[in-house]
């Protein structure tokens, strides 16, 4: 009788997790369906009133078959390859940045106390208030563009690394030293793998600020890009068009984000026992 119940049980244990991941699944489905209605509810709305009809091609039956012609030519990756290069280029400028300059404040008390007044006004400073010195300072659009994205995405890489250092167990430190490790073997042993999920967490914020900068940073003198598309469409009064570019921006952030919580996940240290 015991070993039926306990048969019982590891097939419930088992099940568990499937049933988490269905409810899950049927969560983020219900989820969609409420955005997609309620996208549709606001496309009659505007569709029956007067004076708004002429932006009734926003509503969804538009918008999909926009951004159907749009994956099927290809054009979803030639705008959106110029967008990525240029996130990718500036949130590398900000890792090279804000994770050096983060751990060494995380370390250095005194150097914290120095920067931590002249850190925390600019960071309250929107990134996109350096458009006009970023458009004096390079020579070309792309620079600009990049240098934005790295002004807004610099800060949460430096802080979540800095907080992570902290964090970290003097103890951990002491054996290291003990051990006969130098700078090095303390950087790369120690609190490297220690804060390797606060610069992630700090990537995955930094990522959101950088996708929000990209569109108004891409209204710039370039040619290309998520947001020169939806200029372009904009002034084309192709709503349709702008309304598939929207949407495309939304997959390609939500992608990226969910590949950080991936990552997160992966290289948390912090796990519950199995």
């Not at 039926?4 to 097939?11: H, L, P, Q, S, V």
């Not at 970290?168 to 290291?176: E, G, Q, S, Y």
């Not at 947001?227 to 990226?256: K, M």
């Amino acid at each position: 009788m015991s070993l039926g119940a306990d048969t019982y049980r590891g097939r419930a244990a088992l099940a568990l997790p499937k049933l988490a991941w269905f409810r899950g699944v049927a969560n983020a489905v219900i989820g969609i369906a409420v955005l997609v209605g309620l996208w549709w509810l606001g496309g009659v709305a505007v569709a029956n009133n007067p004076n708004m009809y002429a932006f009734a091609d926003f509503a969804p039956g538009p918008t999909l078959s926009a951004l159907r012609d749009m994956v099927g030519s290809g054009e979803v990756v030639g705008m959106a390859w110029p967008s990525l290069y240029r996130v990718g280029a500036g949130m590398l400028i900000a890792v090279a940045f804000g994770v050096p300059m983060g751990i060494l404040i995380g370390r250095v008390a005194i150097l914290r106390e120095i920067t931590n007044v002249p850190f925390q006004f600019l960071r309250m400073i929107s990134p996109l208030s350096w458009m006009p010195i970023a458009v004096m300072v390079f020579a070309t659009w792309d620079g600009a563009i990049v240098f934005l994205i790295a002004a807004a995405a610099v800060w949460p890489v430096l802080f979540s690394t800095a907080a992570g250092v902290r964090r970290i167990d003097p103890a951990w430190l002491k054996v290291a030293r003990n051990l006969g490790a130098n700078v090095v073997h303390m950087l790369f042993t120690v609190i490297l793998p220690a804060i390797a999920v606060d610069i992630l967490t700090g990537l995955r914020l930094a990522l959101g600020v950088a996708w929000v900068v990209l569109v108004p940073a891409e209204y710039l003198g370039v040619t290309s890009g998520l947001g020169y598309s939806i200029n372009d469409a904009r002034d084309t009064l192709d709503y349709s068009r702008l309304a598939a570019v929207v949407v495309v921006i939304g997959i390609i952030g939500f992608t990226l984000d969910y590949l950080f919580m991936l990552a997160i996940k992966h290289f948390n240290w912090v796990r519950s026992a199995d």
